[in-house]
């Protein structure tokens, strides 16, 4: 887990936040005089997010009377222990020159900062808002501790903070396996737990090319690097001889791992051609989207849906294309076939992008490289707490989750907790006797509300305590 430290001038509402984060029961000890704290740190939660807490109460008292000083020397101490600060003011009150000198204290300590704005909820709090942009601590996020306003987006603002990775750390537990089992294999670049802020369309987007033999994954690939081509080294991270490609889509940055290549080079041991287990698996984990080459003329043979249900397993995003599309004599016909094939084939994903191509011709490229594109943002998408629960309420209120054996099945709250691909995580009293129909349906209608389509999306189902 993560330790915070609530930090800020007296007044502001640091111990009736402290409260809210740690439980109630806390609050009616610590509210009773001569009452010593034996202990510094307190277990706090928000939503799925555990911590410990620090505390600072104590701190203040001996020292607001005479000792400014000394004030800011504890504060200075949990500051150190610290690896995220909730800078708190007083939205109601406004900036304070205190305010000012202990943000400058915490600016200068490099800790990932929140800046709650407490008090948010009291008219005229819009004023202190806008001021405490003045901080130089980022985006104020309004709250009110007493009320318990806000927390939904406190709490994205804490994983905005330190980032996914060290935002749920150390808490991962079992249930949690199912949303973590793809990152294990990654490379580093798609394990930055930077990346899913918002969409960051200046990294390379990675791709893989995958297909059976004879679909015209070379033919597609030549046509879309074309003159361009630019062979790299061997990637970190990935065996010595895969190849990366570099290259351009109107300005966006594009690194192809290139399996015919590598298929080329073994045709030359072995007669016999076959995309191997291993090699498949590795372009795809070498990749954010994976391009899925099907001949038109004779799609969805077994081996293609293996390759489409193992990159849905390992996360990643497949764009379709169907291939050798010149050769088709009733095309509208057959694409009205393929499309319902599609979303019969593959449920998991569905509203995945399929584009009809002529590797050959060219035609249909620019379109398959824009539905990739596409793809990559909602692989990416994030959806905010509090947006989640306002659709949850709507899904209780219409279609609430089955009673078994006779008791009600109850849920709290839904949040994000992954991106790439999207994860949620339902905290429910029953999750093992939850059906499985039920989370369908949540992830279908989750996936509808959110404008998710054509990407694996992860539910985890935990219990809210
Ligand atoms: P790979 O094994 O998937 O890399 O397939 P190749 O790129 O080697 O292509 C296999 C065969 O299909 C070659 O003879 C290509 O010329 C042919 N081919 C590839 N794409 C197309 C296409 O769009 N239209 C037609 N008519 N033929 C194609």
Redesign the pocket.
């Known amino acids: 887990g993560f330790k915070v430290a609530i930090i800020g001038r007296p007044n502001v509402g640091k111990s009736t936040l402290f409260n809210r984060l740690v439980g109630k029961k806390l609050a009616l000890v610590d509210d009773t005089p001569g009452v010593t704290r034996d202990r510094r740190v307190h277990a706090a939660k928000l939503y799925d997010l555990h911590f410990d807490v620090i505390d600072t109460a104590g701190f203040e008292d001996a020292a607001a009377s005479t000792l400014p000083g000394r004030m800011r020397q504890q504060t200075e101490i949990a500051i150190r222990e610290a690896d995220l600060i909730f800078f708190t003011v007083d939205a109601k009150s406004g900036l304070m020159p205190d305010d000012r000198t202990f943000a400058e204290v915490v600016r200068k300590s490099g800790k990932p900062v929140v800046l709650v704005a407490n008090k948010a909820e009291a008219r005229g709090a819009q004023g202190g808002m806008l001021e405490a942009w003045e901080l130089g601590l980022g985006e104020p996020i309004p709250v009110s501790a007493e009320h318990g306003q806000g927390m939904p987006d406190l709490r994205d603002a804490v994983i905005e903070a330190l980032g996914e990775e060290r935002a749920f750390g150390e808490n991962e537990d079992e249930d949690s396996d199912e949303i973590a089992a793809s990152e294990v294999l990654i490379g580093e670049d798609i394990a930055d737990p930077d990346a899913e802020a918002s969409y960051d369309d200046t990294k390379p987007l990675r791709i893989a090319v995958v ?10 690939i030549n046509a879309l690097i074309g003159e361009e081509r630019l062979l790299t080294g061997p990637e970190a991270g990935i065996t010595r001889d895969s190849i990366s490609v570099d290259w351009d889509w109107r300005g966006r940055r594009i690194k192809l791992f290139d399996t ?1 290549g590598m ?1 080329r080079k073994s045709r030359i041991h072995e007669k016999l ?1 076959v995309l191997s287990v291993q090699d498949g698996l590795r372009a795809i984990r070498f990749a954010e989207i994976v391009i899925i ?1 099907l001949d038109a003329t004779i799609p969805f043979e077994k081996q293609d849906l293996q390759i489409a249900d193992l990159i849905i397993r390992e996360g990643r995003a497949p764009v379709i294309a169907f ?5 088709i004599d009733n095309p509208q016909e057959l694409l009205a076939e393929l499309r319902e094939k599609t979303e019969r084939l593959l449920p998991q994903v569905r509203g995945i992008q399929a584009v009809t ?5 060219g035609r249909g490229l620019d379109k398959l490289m824009e539905s990739v594109i596409k793809t990559h943002k909602v692989w990416n998408s994030r959806v905010s707490t509090g947006k989640l629960n306002r659709w949850l309420e709507g899904i209780l209120a219409h279609h609430p989750p089955p009673a078994v054996a006779g008791r009600r099945l109850k849920i709290k709250y839904v949040t994000q907790a992954k991106t790439r691909p999207p994860g949620f995580v339902v905290s429910c009293s029953r999750p093992d006797a939850t059906p499985q129909s039920y989370v369908r349906y949540l992830t279908n209608s989750l996936r509808e509300a959110f404008d998710m389509p054509g990407v694996p999306i992860r539910m985890a189902l935990r219990t809210s305590d």
């Open positions: 297909g059976r033999p004879n679909a015209g994954k070379s033919t597609l015919a298929r051609e080459v291939n050798k599309w010149d050769l191509v002529s590797a050959e011709t």
